[in-house]
T-cell receptor
Framework: DTGVSQDPRHKITKRGQNVTFRCDPI?????LYWYRQTLGQGPEFLTY????????KSRLLSDRFSAERPKGSFSTLEIQRTEQGDSAMYLC????????????FGQGTRLTVV | QKEVEQNSGPLSVPEGAIASLNCTYS??????FFWYRQYSGKSPELIMS????GDKEDGRFTAQLNKASQYVSLLIRDSQPSDSATYLC???????????FGKGNQVVVIP
């Protein structure tokens, strides 16, 4: 068990470009979450998957953001037409599901939009 | 009202002392409560979970939950310089699939 893995660890992109991040959860975990964190703030919920189904999406999430989890394994988060305000740490977490909600985070992907 | 509030400013404690952190939450039906530690530039690391009223101890950490007062706390005994980090309180509400986080409290342990 290598924990939650995210790729890339850092991404610098020009405003208006599209970016895609990948998350590999802990293998037996069927729940997967994406969060965003800016400096001095706690993680902000973006979206949640139970297996391959996207069951919840934050009302704050722009239409430029989309996430997938094909086959209920890894997940991708895409941001289209990036803006400077998208600069943040993007965190993926997974949990076992069932009666437990303990969530474990990956290392995060730090996005800088210039 | 924010779902999870951590209002204290940075906390400085001498090495060996007890650090005490507090968190309040807004939803009375919240079921699960967690403390995460986050070092600067790193991702959050789960250190404690608590589900029922009372105290839960794990090594030098003690979590305390009072659902009637909607209050969760974390005590760090015999604080070490390696405990210097931001501590995030997280709450999972009944019927809700996500964790709501407070903005965190920074702890600085002074050798």
């Amino acid at each position: 068990d290598t924990g939650v893995s995210q790729d890339p660890r850092h991404k610098i992109t020009k405003r208006g470009q599209n970016v895609t991040f990948r998350c590999d959860p802990i293998s037996e975990h069927n729940r997967l979450y994406w969060y965003r964190q800016t400096l001095g703030q706690g993680p902000e919920f973006l979206t949640y998957f139970q297996n391959e189904a996207q069951l919840e999406k934050s009302r704050l999430l722009s239409d430029r953001f989309s996430a997938e989890r094909p086959k209920g394994s890894f997940s991708t988060l895409e941001i289209q037409r990036t803006e400077q305000g998208d600069s943040a740490m993007y965190l993926c977490a997974s949990s076992l599901g069932g009666g437990t909600t303990e969530a474990f985070f990956g290392q995060g992907t730090r996005l800088t939009v210039v | 009202q924010k779902e999870v509030e951590q209002n204290s400013g940075p906390l400085s404690v001498p090495e060996g002392a007890i650090a005490s952190l507090n968190c309040t939450y807004s939803d009375r039906v919240s079921q699960s409560f967690f403390w995460y530690r986050q070092y600067s530039g790193k991702s959050p690391e789960l250190i404690m979970s608590i589900y029922s009223n009372g105290d839960k101890e794990d090594g030098r950490f003690t979590a305390q939950l009072n659902k009637a007062s909607q209050y969760v706390s974390l005590l760090i005994r015999d604080s070490q310089p390696s405990d210097s980090a931001t501590y995030l309180c997280a709450v999972n509400m009944w019927g809700n699939n996500r964790l709501a986080f407070g903005k965190g409290n920074q702890v600085v342990v002074i050798p």
